[in-house]
């Protein structure tokens, strides 16, 4: 019997796109992305964490300057309602996806455990 697990992963995906936690990110999303303002503060909150990302793997430090505009950015972020829900359903969804991959990958971690006991 052959098996396309590709076929099984996209009906995975149309399956979660009709999970709660899903419809929530994706309204909260729709929220950010309908108001301007919590939009263009989204896209630079999000550049900033890209910058961040980049300065740890090459093990840079941010200037004083940078530091100051990310903490100003995370500030105004925390204060803003649709970006805040956002964030919080993001969490909701990935952990739902962490659960997802957890049983997915169950076949592996259990040989590796079965090895390590042996």
């Known amino acids: 019997m052959s098996v396309n697990i ?3 992963a996209n009906e995975m995906a149309k399956v979660l796109t009709q999970t709660e936690q899903y419809t929530a990110w994706e309204e909260a999303f729709n929220a ?5 303002k919590s939009k263009d503060l989204f896209k630079k909150f999000q550049s900033i964490q890209m910058t961040v990302q980049q300065m ?3 093990q840079q430090t941010p ?8 903490d100003a950015v995370a500030k105004d972020v925390q204060a803003n309602d649709k970006i805040k ?4 359903a993001e969490q909701v969804l990935n952990t ?3 659960e997802i991959n957890d049983i997915v990958t169950k076949p592996v971690s259990e040989s590796y455990a079965a090895a390590h006991k042996a």
């Open 6 to 8: 590709y076929d099984n």
């Open 32 to 36: 950010v992305q309908a108001d301007e």
């Open 56 to 58: 740890m793997q090459a």
């Open 63 to 70: 200037s004083e300057e940078q530091e100051k505009e990310w």
């Open 85 to 88: 829900a956002l964030m919080a």
């Open 96 to 98: 739902l996806l962490g």
